[in-house]
């Protein structure tokens, strides 16, 4: 009986210590280096808060959409913008498509010697998803067929082609990296998040850098390159372990525009239009 009680506590204690996830887990095992909370104080002291103009369009062609809904739900978002990425206005709009499906940490959280794995996760209460072909953008469209009408309706029935196009994808639904089967992400709702919100509310500039250094320490500033995912020898997310068909993987794989950035060196070199034919 004694046997047992220890067992349990034991595994009550293992489990309770990688309940918060292994990115809050390092957070608490952080101490920022001088140099980097010097680097933080100075971001903290020429920020400028950005107020987003609504109905901001250029009839016909320019419409902003409003901001990602799923992005709520995420830590990185109390300060960041929704969509985050605006640096380059080359990749910028391709990178903030991947935020529809892809969680942020899956490109920002990289520790080394850590084996994390990649998982569908609902960002609203962070259960699991199934993982399933229907969960990807990609589908390989159906033949078309003969229409044929209905006598009763005298209505042509809808193509395959045209019931897969319709098909929405749940934008919610994301890629979360997970360390030994606790998802990796920080919610808006956690402890941590809620005091770090405050902070910035009411904290010092001080106080306000020396959190923004601690929350960045274990992230990487630039995510991976685009060839880290769209390649077929060593990518970084297991396709098919998510779901994707053979078609599904091929397409993601050998993606047309990731080839197109392959080809920058840097971001001022410009390409001929006549050079994306080859």
């Excluded at 913008?81 to 942020?104: D, E, G, W």
């Excluded at 229409?147 to 009763?152: A, E, L, R, V």
């Amino acid at each position: 009986m004694t046997r047992l009680f220890i067992i349990l506590l034991c595994s009550s204690l293992y489990s309770w210590a990688h309940a918060e996830g292994l990115y809050l887990q390092m957070l608490n095992n952080t101490q920022p280096s001088s140099e980097q909370i010097q680097k933080s104080l100075k971001k903290v002291e020429e920020h400028k808060d950005i107020a987003l103009r609504e109905d901001l369009e250029v009839p016909p062609f320019h419409k902003r959409n409003k901001q990602i809904p799923s992005l709520g739900h995420s830590f990185c978002t109390t300060c960041h913008l929704s969509p985050p990425h605006t640096k380059s206005v080359r990749s910028r709009t391709f990178m903030n498509m991947h935020t529809q499906y892809i969680a942020c940490e899956t490109c920002h959280f990289r520790p080394e010697a850590v084996q994390l794995s990649y998982q569908w996760q609902d960002t609203r209460d962070g259960s699991l998803v199934q993982a399933r072909p229907e969960l990807f953008r990609v589908q390989k469209p159906v033949k078309k067929t003969t229409q044929s009408i209905q006598p009763d309706t005298m209505k042509p029935e809808p193509l395959p082609w045209q019931e897969a196009k319709a098909k929405k994808i749940n934008p919610f639904y994301k890629v979360t990296p997970f360390y030994q089967q606790q998802a990796v992400v920080l919610g808006r709702n956690n402890a941590f998040a809620q005091e770090t919100k405050k902070l910035w509310e009411s904290g010092g500039v001080k106080e306000k850098a020396a959190r923004r250094a601690l929350i960045h320490a274990p992230l990487s500033e630039k995510g991976p390159k685009c060839q880290a995912c769209h390649n077929e020898e060593k990518s970084l997310l297991d396709l098919a372990t998510l779901g994707a068909t053979a078609y599904q993987m091929d397409k993601i794989q050998n993606n047309i525009i990731s080839q197109f950035f392959a080809r920058y060196k840097d971001e001022k070199q410009q390409i001929r239009i006549m050079s994306l034919l080859r």
